[in-house]
């Protein structure tokens, strides 16, 4: 096995003004499964690209353990890849398609036999080993896909969007199948997705893309609990989390009735904004019987019903102009389109970040 380090690892696409992969400073742990995260366009397909071989570094270097892979070509890395799209031969078996890369290196037809076994076991595919894809369900090739990629025994694992061409249901037995399957394997794993609850799932740690531009790299929890900025807060979480420009007061910032405390420190942060951004998410707001003086008036406009929860979307009034507000609510109390709701924030579950530079301002 083997550690995974990106060292200011820069690609810039011919003709393009910037780069789609801006300085990558990135390590990751032997064993590690490192989920890279962001929108469309973000650069993690190309970032997982450089680490593969498949695109270019124009300058800054990757390494896998003490190897400097930088311009290696992809067969002599020790890297297994598994694509969005399978990428089986419809002609061969799953046994054959499992085991065609081990064929190539010249192995001999009772180890590559055992390997493909060895695989199909964990796998859950030794009664499909004489099939072809064409008889197989997505998550079946998917499955199968992953076995090739086991039975090279490589130093690093690398997933391109493996889960999105599953349908929904399908897509969440895999992962956890994916990352359990990880887990006992114990190769470095670098997966790509633009779905930050996958993310969130199946990652020891998870790093976001930005333009290019690595913003946060953290455990889940650390994500969840301390975005690094106002980007990573509205990624990360489903719904995404509320963020509302609020005026600086005494002692903290004004969110409708309450004050959310912040310490003189983190404040200096503020430099001379006038204002804050202040971000709640939808299941850090309390609902307050009759309003009182600290609670938020919010109309409902949609609700979401999910069964044991529901979401709100609704309008509040705060600092005078109008802003919108998820909020989460128990699904035996449940409000009517066109209702009021108060709501406070949570103490504690509050976030604060500039409003000029995005940067995190609240511990």
């Known amino acids: 096995m083997a550690s995974v380090t990106y060292d200011k690892a820069t690609r810039v696409y011919p003709g393009a003004d910037k780069p789609s992969v801006d300085a990558l400073d990135l390590d990751i742990a ?25 695109e270019d570094v124009n300058s800054g270097a990757i390494r896998i353990g003490d190897r400097d892979v930088t311009h290696l070509p992809p067969k002599d890395r020790d890297i297994a890849m598994v694509f969005q799209n399978y990428a089986l031969y419809p002609h061969m078996t799953v046994a054959e398609n499992m085991g065609f890369a081990l064929k190539i290196a010249g192995v001999n037809k009772a180890e590559i036999r055992a390997k493909v ?102 455990t889940p929890r650390n994500m969840y609990d301390k975005p690094a900025n106002l980007f990573v807060a509205g990624f990360i979480g489903s719904p995404a989390m509320n963020l509302i420009e609020v005026p600086l007061v005494d002692g903290g910032v004004k969110f409708g009735g309450s ?13 001379t904004d006038k204002t804050v951004t202040v971000g709640i998410r939808p299941e850090h707001f309390e609902i307050v019987p009759g309003g009182g003086i600290e609670g938020v008036a919010v109309t409902v406009n949609v609700v979401e019903e999910l069964g044991s929860d529901g979401f709100v979307y609704g309008t509040t009034k705060i600092g005078g102009e109008d802003k919108d507000l998820v909020v989460r609510v128990h699904g035996r109390q449940i409000p009517a389109r066109g209702e009021t709701i108060h709501v406070v924030p949570i103490a504690n579950e509050t976030h604060v970040f500039s409003t000029s530079t995005g940067a995190r301002l609240s511990n």
């Open 30 to 54: 032997d064993g590690e499964f490192l989920v890279l995260v962001g929108p469309s366009g973000c650069g993690k397909s190309t970032s997982l690209r450089m680490l593969a071989g498949l």
């Open 117 to 218: 076994e060895e695989a199909g076991k964990i796998l859950d595919l030794t009664a499909l080993l004489d099939r072809k894809p064409k008889a197989l369900s997505g998550g079946q090739r998917q499955r199968v896909a992953m076995g090739r990629a086991i039975v090279r025994e490589p130093q690093v694992f690398l997933m391109d969007e493996p889960l999105s061409n599953l349908d929904a249901k399908l897509r969440v037995s895999t992962r956890t199948q994916i990352a359990g399957l990880q887990r006992r394997l114990g190769i470095t794993t670098v997966y790509v997705t633009h779905d930050q609850t996958e993310a969130l799932t199946m990652g020891d740690r998870v790093a976001v893309l930005k333009d290019g531009l690595l913003q946060q790299v953290d």
């Open 259 to 271: 004050v959310v405390n912040i310490s003189r420190e983190d404040l200096s942060g503020a430099g």
